[in-house]
């Protein structure tokens, strides 16, 4: 799939659920640190157009930049 069908697809599951993609924002750093197994992770909150939720990232992570 190109990205441009990929892009379309996800905008019509985004539609259906309700979700306003001109709310979308980027992921925000908290500035809050948390081990999550063996890996220290960084919690950032993003806000879906509506659905707000948290992300922990593990920068060291095996292959976290392909990821």
Same mark, same amino acid.
């Given at each position: ?5 990929? &892009?379309? /697809?996800a905008?019509?599951? /985004? ?7 001109? &709310?979308?924002?980027?992921? &925000?750093?908290?500035? *809050? &640190? ?13 806000n ?5 939720? *948290?992300i ?8 976290? /930049?392909?990821?």
């Amino acid at each position: 799939m190109n990205m441009n069908d990929a &892009k379309k /697809q996800a905008e019509a599951a /985004q539609k259906v659920a309700g979700i306003d993609p001109g &709310k979308i924002e980027k992921p &925000k750093a908290t500035g *809050k &640190k948390e081990k999550v197994g063996a890996w220290d992770t960084e919690i950032y909150e993003f806000n879906l157009g509506g659905t707000t939720g *948290k992300i922990w990232l593990a920068k060291d992570f095996p292959d976290a /930049q392909a990821i």
